[in-house]
């Protein structure tokens, strides 16, 4: 039997169509079937996991309450334990309250028992007493039968007699004891004083008013002087003291009577011949280098001085007052070396009487600090020197012996009374004071004083051994016009108040200057 290709071929196509049409239901139903599982075995491990976690909470939760519950348990255990101790604590002390109550209760009832024993004794002291009494009044009684006198009477006989034979006996002791006394005082002094002269030997040399300053040519001499004296009249004016430029060889002469005016013309001139260049701007420059240069001495002689007295701890000013000291003479006699010889005397005599050796040296170096200050302070230096202790700290010990040493104010202190001694044997020793070199000196700082009474005066120096005094003026405060007045005015105050040989010049000088730069 023939079969058509065609019907074949569709034949097959449809047998292929449902083979197709039957795996691909085959591989739906596997398929599907597997992600069922999954997701069963998703959801079965999901559910065990939940129950799992839920175990997990809960048994955390327990053991934190637990750990909460021994918490709290040991807590309360700590508290229970303090608690105990408390009442324990407690206990302790009421025991020891009714220990003492007792033990206050039974000296009560001691107490009480001896207050009844003195009361009973003091009744007995009063009956004795009375007792006495009588019997003492009945001796009496027949004493002033037996003596014609009253017991008042008897009384003050005997009192009397005992008053004078007391006063003879203190009046014989006394004089015989103040006789011993001032014997030993003489004896004991002239020891002292003679000990501690032997001991302290120092040199008795008087200042001058006058130095020289070496040149290196007579040349020098010429350019210290300057065109038409420029230069020499700047120095005179700027230093207060006179420059002397006469034959002596190879020296030029300063003369005044102001020691640190002296000091600072002789350094500036010294720094002058040394760098060559004089002129009137090198030389107001040169001088107040020197200034600050004896600023910086005058500080120096004050330490060294305290350091050599021991005075520790003195105030600074204090320092810069003992340092002017070196610049200032009494009688001819440096005040600072006078002051040092002062405080090693008042040491020797002070350890000699077992007193305190630092108080009578510190006394003594610091005596004459009055003089240091300059004419504007009134009063006497000894007084001065009193209030200046005391503002810059010193105690009362040092200032009274300070102030007491020319008996202004009564001594304090032994330490006190040594200071009069001993400036005076530092003064009287032969050669130490010239009395004439004092006496110029104050004609001249009384010259210059009366200058400065006068509104507008800037500087005043006396010159010429006092024969000329030169006058700076404020340029703003004088003029021309007031310059002439000033000059006659202060002239006829010099003839008033001074006492003087021959004749006083007074040079009245007003100088005012500009200065600019260009820049």
């Given at each position: 039997m023939h079969i058509d290709p065609l019907a074949e071929l569709g034949l097959a196509l449809i047998l292929g169509i449902f083979l197709g049409a039957f795996l691909f239901f085959i591989f739906h139903r596997i398929k599907t079937g597997s992600y069922q599982a999954l997701a069963k075995s998703i959801i079965q491990k999901a559910e065990f996991d939940a129950v799992s976690l839920k175990r997990s909470s809960e048994l955390k939760l327990k053991q934190q309450?637990?750990?909460?519950?021994?918490?709290?348990?040991?807590?309360?255990q700590i508290e229970r334990k303090k608690w105990q101790r408390e009442d324990e604590r407690i206990k302790i002390k009421e025991d020891k309250v009714e220990?003492?109550?007792?033990?206050?209760?039974?000296?009560?009832?001691?107490?009480?028992?001896?207050?009844?024993?003195?009361?009973?004794?003091?009744?007995?002291?009063?009956?004795?007493?009375?007792?006495?009494?009588?019997?003492?009044?009945?001796?009496?009684?027949?004493?002033?039968?037996?003596s014609g006198l009253s017991a008042v009477e008897a009384?003050?006989?005997?009192?009397?007699?005992?008053?004078?034979?007391?006063?003879?006996?203190?009046?014989?002791?006394?004089?015989?004891?103040?006789?011993?006394?001032?014997?030993?005082?003489?004896?004991?002094?002239?020891?002292?004083?003679?000990?501690?002269?032997?001991?302290?030997?120092?040199?008795?040399?008087?200042?001058?008013?006058?130095?020289?300053?070496?040149?290196?040519?007579?040349?020098?001499?010429?350019?210290?002087?300057?065109?038409?004296?420029?230069?020499?009249?700047?120095?005179?004016?700027?230093?207060?003291?006179?420059?002397?430029?006469?034959?002596?060889?190879?020296?030029?002469?300063?003369?005044?009577?102001?020691?640190?005016?002296?000091?600072?013309?002789?350094?500036?001139?010294?720094?002058?011949?040394?760098?060559?260049?004089?002129?009137?701007?090198?030389?107001?420059?040169?001088?107040?280098?020197?200034?600050?240069?004896?600023?910086?001495q005058i500080k120096q002689y004050g330490e060294d001085a305290a350091l050599k007295a021991g005075a520790m701890n003195l105030h600074p000013q204090m320092i810069l007052m003992l340092g002017k000291l070196k610049f200032r003479f009494s009688y001819g006699q440096n005040i600072l070396d006078h002051s040092l010889e002062v405080s090693h005397l008042m040491g020797l005599m002070a350890a000699e009487l077992g007193r305190d050796v630092r108080l009578a040296k510190r006394i003594g170096l610091l005596h004459d600090i009055g003089k240091a200050v300059s004419h504007e302070v009134e009063g006497s230096h000894a007084i001065i020197g009193h209030d200046m202790a005391l503002k810059y700290g010193e105690n009362a010990d040092v200032a009274?012996?300070?102030?007491?040493?020319?008996?202004?104010?009564?001594?304090?202190?032994?330490?006190?009374?040594?200071?009069?001694?001993?400036?005076?044997?530092?003064?009287?020793?032969?050669?130490?004071?010239?009395?004439?070199?004092?006496?110029?000196?104050?004609?001249?700082?009384?010259?210059?004083?009366?200058?400065?009474?006068?509104?507008?005066?800037?500087?005043?120096y006396a010159l010429q051994a006092g024969r000329e005094i030169r006058i700076s003026v404020l340029p703003d405060i004088v003029d021309d016009l007031g310059l002439m007045n000033l000059a006659k005015d202060l002239t006829k105050r010099i003839e008033h108040d001074l006492n003087y040989p021959g004749k006083i010049k007074v040079t009245v000088v007003r100088e005012k200057r500009a200065v600019e730069y260009a820049i």
């Open positions: 309450e637990m750990n909460q519950q021994r918490e709290l348990d040991a807590l309360f220990a003492r109550m007792s033990l206050v209760e039974r000296k009560l009832s001691d107490i009480e028992k001896k207050e009844a024993a003195l009361i009973a004794k003091k009744a007995y002291l009063d009956e004795e007493k009375i007792h006495l009494e009588e019997k003492q009044n009945h001796l009496i009684a027949e004493l002033e039968t037996i009384k003050e006989i005997l009192i009397n007699k005992i008053t004078c034979d007391v006063k003879a006996e203190a009046a014989n002791l006394i004089r015989k004891i103040t006789k011993e006394a001032e014997e030993e005082a003489d004896k004991k002094a002239s020891n002292i004083i003679a000990t501690a002269i032997n001991r302290l030997a120092a040199s008795c040399v008087s200042e001058t008013t006058i130095h020289t300053v070496s040149i290196p040519n007579e040349e020098m001499k010429g350019r210290i002087i300057g065109r038409e004296g420029r230069n020499i009249r700047s120095l005179e004016k700027e230093t207060g003291v006179n420059f002397i430029i006469d034959d002596t060889p190879m020296a030029v002469v300063i003369s005044g009577f102001d020691p640190i005016r002296i000091n600072i013309a002789k350094l500036a001139l010294s720094e002058l011949v040394t760098d060559g260049r004089i002129h009137p701007t090198r030389i107001e420059e040169a001088v107040e280098k020197a200034k600050q240069t004896t600023a910086k009274n012996g300070i102030g007491c040493h020319h008996q202004e104010m009564e001594p304090a202190t032994i330490e006190a009374w040594l200071c009069s001694g001993a400036d005076a044997i530092s003064a009287s020793r032969p050669g130490a004071r010239i009395e004439a070199v004092e006496e110029y000196i104050n004609r001249l700082k009384k010259l210059e004083d009366i200058a400065y009474e006068f509104a507008g005066v800037d500087k005043a």
